[in-house]
């Protein structure tokens, strides 16, 4: 007899991603499919100390139970760790502590989306969150990207059309796309979510890791500048990508209503992120210790970007198009078909797994209308003689 499974199961599929790291055993290969840091960046010695600091302040806190809506200290360090980034007027009761900020977009899904809802979404946008929304029976409606983050008009149209529960972004380096809501747009949407009364979540897991000149405020940040518009917006931010991902420490900052029907949610899945995870995460805000964490990593993850971005060019040439990331994690490229090359995606990685080299094809990152030729390279994990030669191998790849 067949396991009665739940039908919502229907509606979603093993990542693709997740599938790809099957293959990743071959000794040799180097890997740009990985979306995640690189372990070296790591400040283990700041970490450590946090820890130790932790258990002689206040052992009880971090090894016991702890409130739903997350350890307070920890609570206060990130408002003021957004208040840094401009984002003034967040109280620490204006947030709760998720486990990763993966888990805020489920908490979301929970409350937000009933069979049949409409969310909009970037195209392309992060796997998981596809995966997420879709499982709870989102029925998820594509909405155009380009080098300057979503197309505003596209948007409104959409909008007007569909009527959405919500509209999902990454404004700032998205997964895949890597590209950087400029700031007119990033104003568009504020007033958007206001005109039409449409609910913004904004996830911002790359916002800090900027190789150059800062990019725009977040969307958080802005909202004072739009009447209303905190009213509908949610802001999603994590820990992971600048400190440790293991630590498994994000947050959610959205209007008192939504936050309690979160929290609420919370309380029914895991009670509350680690303790420990959060203590940790709290000393190390209050030991000062992020800027030169942030300062070290945007240094190192600019110049690999710059690398890869060079090689593709000098390797590849016309064969592949794609916007030099300004930050973030990733490379978004389109296979162009120029000179009879290759144009398909998911042919491309299969050849490149054959030389040694992996990443991602693109087509999976849509909800809708996938983009046969498009690919995610990520150059976190890579050292630049490694970026240099994993290029070289794609050449080989695409003939």
């Known amino acids: 007899m067949p396991l009665p499974f739940a039908q919502r199961l229907d509606n979603v599929e093993t990542s693709a991603i997740r599938e790809l790291f099957k293959l990743l055993g071959k000794p040799g290969i180097i890997s740009f499919a990985g979306g995640f840091p690189d372990s070296a960046m790591f400040d283990v010695d700041g970490i ?31 408002a003021q760790f957004m208040a840094h980034k401009s984002a003034q007027g967040v109280a620490p009761h204006d947030l709760i502590v998720t486990t990763g900020s993966q888990q805020a977009l489920d908490l979301l899904g929970k409350t937000l989306v ?55 972004l990454i404004p700032t380096f998205g997964n895949p796309s890597g590209a950087l809501l400029s700031l007119a747009r990033r104003r568009r949407v504020l007033e958007l979510a206001v005109r039409y009364q449409t609910l913004v979540i904004e996830d911002d897991p790359y916002g800090d890791l900027y190789f150059d000149a800062p990019p725009p405020p977040s969307l958080l940040a802005l909202s004072h500048e739009v009447p209303g518009s905190r009213d509908w ?47 940790t995460a709290a000393q190390y805000l209050a030991a000062g210790r992020m800027p030169a964490t942030l300062a070290r990593v945007r240094q190192v993850y600019g110049q690999r970007a710059r690398t890869m971005g060079d090689a593709l060019r000098a390797e590849l040439g016309a064969a592949i ?79």
């Open 233 to 279: 917006l949610v802001h999603c931010g994590s820990l992971s990508k600048v400190l440790s991902p293991g630590l498994r420490v994000g947050w959610m900052v959205a209007p008192a209503e939504l936050l309690a029907k979160a929290t609420m949610c919370k309380q029914f899945s895991d009670a509350h992120t680690s303790t420990f995870a959060q203590a």
């Open 48 to 78: 450590s100390a946090a820890v130790q600091q932790a258990l002689a302040s206040e052992p009880g806190g971090a090894l016991q139970y702890g409130a739903t809506e997350g350890y307070q200290p920890l609570r206060e360090q990130l």
């Open 114 to 168: 009933d069979p049949g809802s409409k969310a909009i979404v970037e195209g392309p946008t992060f796997l998981a969150t596809i995966q997420c929304f879709r499982l709870y029976g989102a029925e998820l409606v594509s909405a155009p990207v380009d080098g300057d983050g979503v197309k505003v008009d596209e948007l409104e149209r959409l909008i007007q059309t569909h009527r959405p529960k919500f509209v999902y």
């Open 321 to 399: 198009d794609f916007v030099q990331p300004q930050g973030g994690l990733f490379v978004w490229a389109r296979l162009t078909g120029t000179g009879g090359k290759l144009a398909d995606g998911n042919e491309f990685a299969r050849r490149a797994i054959a030389q040694g080299v992996a990443f991602v094809p693109g087509a999976p990152f849509f909800c809708a209308d996938p983009d046969p030729g498009t690919l995610r390279l990520s150059f976190a994990t890579a050292d630049e003689d490694r970026i240099r030669e994993g290029v070289g191998r794609l050449a080989r790849a695409l003939g």
